[in-house]
């Protein structure tokens, strides 16, 4: 059952934390970040990874995962990057931001197909979609869209994952390409974290925080 509410759970907590913290990308969102991108990462390297070169061919795993890559690339051309924390709304427009809801939703689902029973990959959903929603969730609050439109954003943002592990799982058409789709999930999770983790910090300068943190996510997710 914790397939299912754990990502919906994140995206509450991400909620909370946006009237918490108040201030956009503050400098505790920022660290929360950076440990989600190294949790995220090494989960799927530890789990995911092993999983799919266990039942694809080695050279196709490595073209699906490719695809991942590029197909994130894509998404982050309508989204501009909300998947890593870059959230860009207008607070003064008025149209619904349809372009970033889209994609944020076509991602949600895939990221649902890399959760099953026999692995930890919910917990890497979890941690990842928390500071994701409250960043995203303080510029929708920061915006003119009504509170309706705010609400069912955020509503169809937290079940688009439950579901797509629904489908997964029960989708009988899609159980043959099951490993397929998840190597293209781990190209998006690659994109993700490495985008959060090696994107050039204030100055170019070693950030010690921001370093503890990604040791703490990879370490968590070791440990698991």
């Known amino acids: 059952m914790n397939k299912f509410l754990f990502p919906i759970l994140a995206v509450v907590l991400g909620f909370v934390l946006a009237f918490i913290t108040k201030k956009q990308k503050s400098w505790n969102t920022k660290l929360l970040l950076s440990f989600s991108g190294a949790f995220l990462l090494a989960l799927t390297l530890f789990e995911l990874l092993p999983e799919v070169y266990s039942h694809l061919d080695t050279k196709q795993t490595g073209l699906l995962i490719m695809c991942g890559i590029l197909l994130q690339i894509i998404l982050e051309l309508f989204s501009k990057g909300a998947e890593h924390g870059h959230v ?19 991602h949600s689902f895939l990221e649902g197909f890399s959760i099953h029973d026999h692995n ?8 990842h979609k928390i500071p994701i929603a409250t960043l995203i969730t303080m510029f929708l609050l920061q915006s003119n869209y009504s509170k309706i439109q705010v609400g069912s954003f955020l509503l169809l943002f937290a079940l688009m994952t439950p579901f797509g592990t629904w489908v997964s799982h029960n989708s009988s058409l899609l159980a043959n390409y099951a490993h397929a789709i998840n190597a293209v999930v781990i190209g998006i999770f690659f994109h993700i974290s490495t985008t959060i983790l090696f994107e050039s910090g ?10 503890i943190a990604i040791i703490l996510g990879v370490g968590v997710a070791y440990l698991i």
């Open 202 to 211: 204030e100055g170019h300068k070693f950030n010690l925080s921001k370093f």
């Open 88 to 106: 860009h709304i207008h607070k003064h427009d008025t149209a619904f931001p349809w372009l970033l809801f889209i994609s944020l939703c076509i």
């Open 120 to 127: 930890d990959m919910v917990y890497g959903v979890l941690v």
